[in-house]
């Protein structure tokens, strides 16, 4: 594995934090993981699972903490902290989560300062600056000051997330995406480094679509309702006769297939239902038809249907379907995991590494029973070269075929780190985030180059246009290969072998390249050939039936949240399957099914029904362990905060805050359970104070009182986050035909300011003569030769 003999401590409580180390040990990495006296409260967290021995440990704890060692540690005792201090001393990585509130702040300011080859990983909810630096957080705290909330739910309101972690699961994968680039440029000039993980910044990037349409568009999207999500229409879940089908349908081609399948060849025909925007408005009517159509038929035949003619739909599974689908089984996806004498099954790594694979599964550490110190030989390092590179990846060079949002975020990430990354698109299929209409007033006016999501997905990127369909294309894009270090792609399983570009081929022109494939369900299994967007992601993966309320259909948390938590997941195994050639000289393939990724986010609802216990019932905003929390309705128009009482400590300063010492002082509600039971009566003290205020100020009036609280924030807002703007997460970028554009920043720095945006995304073909003549030699007859026959280019034309 990539990563044996690496050292870690990690300290702190933050589920990001928890992954972030856990993904390290799937490597090979020994992890220590440092627990207080009575161990993580997530060890009490349901839903509960038994161990076998008359005890049991909350699923989220186990699922974030399989693989790794506990010991237990007292920052009051001297001896302990001695052993901590030494600990850290022959770690090659410390992962900090908040492990000042645990009572060793000092111990950890000195580790962080000091000077040596230790990465060195501070993981928060807000990052270690700005307005929101110091405040109480929680997942649904998080995910509401990150723009992830406000479009969900009905209409009238209140929006709805899910249940935990997803914040903490996607600020781990940015932790350990982060952690591994560092060793990168630490095996390279013997420097450590030092991080700062922001977890809602981690989680922008599930909304860089909604936030750069809104501002293209001058104003933010509006909740639209359960399973509506602008610009897209029909992106939703769809009752048929004995289940739920996914359907999201975004080009003409697919809108037109789709309405023929259901014998709907007026709505086919329509001229004003071509592209989404134009579909939209009439959703309501749209739906009056298709509905009835789709209730004819089985979900798994409307499936196999949507195969044959190459539509993005899917079924959509409960728990037990997913946890005993046969394609996932048949492709590892599902792994033991052992609670002491018990053993139940949990989503596995979806990485699929073919020469440094992650462990599939592993043991859920007992309390402060593991490892007590580091054995084995340390990874060596180099010896301290010249200062450390500002850029982590520089000097690497990665060829970018994705398109859309999953792939290119994972290279917009590599770019940032400061690999030149080479996007190559086709001036008749350019990346489809560009936009598929191909009428002539569109070519005429280059909306393919004014689109916001493209806009923000592909800074830093050097653009080129090559024909692949054609002999010079693939010639070319070979002679490419043989200078890059690795290759991303997310075409469907069938593209690139038609094409001779497949890892096969693509390995004989470069034998050490590292590439990897995101494809929806994977290389392998009866549904590789599925077609899938972020949202048909989601929907495969039974997530949907966990969100909501009781009486709600399954229902979708975001427009396409699978593509951006598949984006995150690719970043991680390229990073990872880099770190393993950079010290082997090996490279390899990775298959990464997307849907895989999001199986994760149903990770301990998965293991409580794989080990016979029953699920609760969805419950909206309500969550399991912390009581109250929910989004409650403030002054102004759909305006809402979103609070979580995270401990009892915090219902009494909530009490006092809201000006209820009569909830404060009743001996009934001083705990969960209590509160639990009156919980209509305590939503509605809370909703009566919340409602003459504005969300900002009582998220201030909250936090003041140390109570975790966020304002519920549209994706729009975001780009007027006082928080955000102190932090210099957005900036303002200029480019030809759009001018300044807002770019976010990655979820993670090093030092006080974001990586630099050095240029824009490029405009169609920019980079052509940049490129081709620097790695493959091409003089301007050359090029315009190229040019003549169509194989390069710089403007769409109509495929």
């Known amino acids: 594995m990539p990563l044996t003999s690496l050292r870690v401590v990690e300290v702190g409580e933050l589920p990001a934090g928890s992954y972030c180390a856990r993904l390290l040990a799937d490597f090979g990495a020994q992890v220590i993981r440092i627990e207080p006296p009575g161990g993580d409260p997530a060890r009490g967290q349901p ?6 021995d008359g005890g049991a440990d909350g699923a989220w704890f186990a699922y974030l903490n399989f693989g790794k060692s506990s010991l237990v540690l007292d920052p009051a005792r001297a001896e302990d902290r001695a052993r901590l201090a030494g600990l850290i001393a022959e770690a090659d990585v410390c992962i900090d989560s908040a492990g000042a509130a645990r ?97 809602q910044e981690a989680c922008i990037a599930l909304v860089d679509l909604p936030a750069s349409e809104s501002w293209a568009r001058g104003a933010g999207y509006r909740r639209e309702g359960i399973n509506r999500f602008p610009p897209t229409f029909p992106v939703g879940i769809y009752p048929t006769a004995d289940g739920w089908l996914g359907v999201t349908l975004v080009t003409p081609a697919q809108w037109r297939s789709f309405c023929r399948m259901l014998g709907l060849d007026d709505l086919a025909d329509d001229p004003g239902l071509v592209t989404s925007i134009e579909r939209l408005p009439r959703a309501e009517e749209i739906e009056g038809r298709i509905t009835p159509r789709l209730l004819e ?13 190459r539509l993005p739909l899917v079924e959509v599974p409960d728990l037990d379907a997913a946890l005993h689908n046969e394609v996932f089984r048949d492709r590892a996806a599902i792994v033991p995991v052992r609670l002491g004498e018990s053993v139940v099954e949990a989503p596995g790594p979806p990485m699929h590494l073919t020469a440094s694979p992650p462990r599939r599964g592993g043991e859920v550490p007992v309390l402060g029973a593991g490892r007590a110190a580091f054995s084995g030989m340390r990874m060596p390092v180099p ?12 000097g690497m060079r990665i060829v970018d075929l994705s398109m859309g949002w999953a792939g290119p975020l994972c290279t917009r990430h590599l770019a940032d780190l400061g690999a030149d990354v080479v996007k190559v698109e086709a001036c008749r299929y350019p990346d489809w985030w560009r936009g598929t209409d191909t009428r002539p007033a569109a070519l005429e006016q280059l909306v393919y180059e004014k689109t916001g999501r493209f806009n923000a997905l592909n800074r830093n990127k050097r653009g080129i246009s090559l024909d692949l369909t054609s002999a010079d294309g693939v010639r070319i894009l070979k002679t490419l290969v043989t200078k890059a270090d690795a290759v991303v ?64 259909p399954p229902m979708m948390g975001n427009s396409a949240f699978g593509d951006a938590i598949g984006g995150y997941n690719a970043l991680a195994a390229v990073l990872a399957a880099l770190f393993h050639r950079q010290r082997t000289g090996q490279g390899q393939h990775i298959d990464l099914s997307q849907v895989e990724c999001m199986l994760v986010m149903t990770a301990p609802w998965m293991m409580a029904r794989s080990a016979g216990v029953v699920v609760p019932a969805r419950d909206g905003n309500r969550h399991p362990h912390f009581v109250p929390q929910g989004a409650f309705r403030c002054a102004g128009e ?13 219902w009494l300063r909530l009490c006092r805050r809201i000006g209820r010492p009569d909830l404060a002082e009743n001996p009934e509600l001083t705990q969960a359970a209590g509160r639990r039971e009156r919980i209509g009566e305590i939503e509605a003290a809370i909703g009566e104070w919340t409602a003459t205020l504005d969300p900002d100020t009582a998220m201030a009036e909250l936090q003041t009182a140390g109570v975790a609280a966020g304002t519920v924030r549209g994706p729009f807002e975001l780009l007027e986050d006082p928080h955000l703007a102190a932090r210099g997460f957005y900036r303002m970028v200029a480019r030809a035909y759009i001018g300044l554009h807002p770019q976010p920043s990655a979820g993670w720095r090093q030092g006080e300011a974001p990586y630099p945006v050095r240029w824009p995304s490029p405009t169609l073909g920019q980079f052509n003569a940049e490129v081709l003549g620097e790695l493959a030699g091409m003089d301007a007859a050359e090029l315009a030769r190229l040019e003549a026959a169509g194989v390069i280019g710089t403007a769409m034309v109509a495929g």
């Open 47 to 52: 839903p509960l699972i038994g161990r076998g």
């Open 103 to 199: 009572g060793w702040g000092e111990l950890l300011a000195e580790a962080e300062a000091a000077e040596g080859a230790r990465v060195y990983a501070a993981v928060s909810w807000f990052g270690r600056s700005g307005p929101y630096r110091d405040f109480a957080g929680s997942d649904a705290v998080c995910r509401a000051l990150a723009g992830m909330i406000k479009l969900v739910g009905p209409r009238e309101g209140p929006p709805l997330n899910a249940p935990d972690y997803h914040a903490g699961i996607i600020g781990g994968l940015a932790g350990f995406s982060a952690v591994l680039a560092a060793l990168h440029a630490r095996g390279a000039n013997g420097h450590g480094s030092v991080l700062d993980v922001s977890v």
């Open 297 to 309: 038929r089985p979900a798994r035949e409307w499936f196999r249907l949507a195969l044959e003619l």
């Open 383 to 394: 010896l301290p070269g010249a200062a450390p590179a500002e850029l982590p990846l520089r």
């Open 489 to 552: 792609e997310n075409y469907s399983t069938g593209v690139l072998p038609k094409l001779g570009l497949d890892y096969p081929r693509l390995r004989d022109v470069n034998p050490s390249l590292v590439m990897v494939s995101m494809s929806a369900f994977g290389a392998t299994g009866a549904w590789k050939e599925c077609r899938a967007y972020g949202s048909t992601l989601k929907q495969g993966s039974g997530l949907p039936l966990l969100v909501g309320r009781a009486d709600d």
């Open 638 to 650: 759909d305006e809402w905060v979103m609070l979580t009482v995270t401990d009892d400590a915090m």
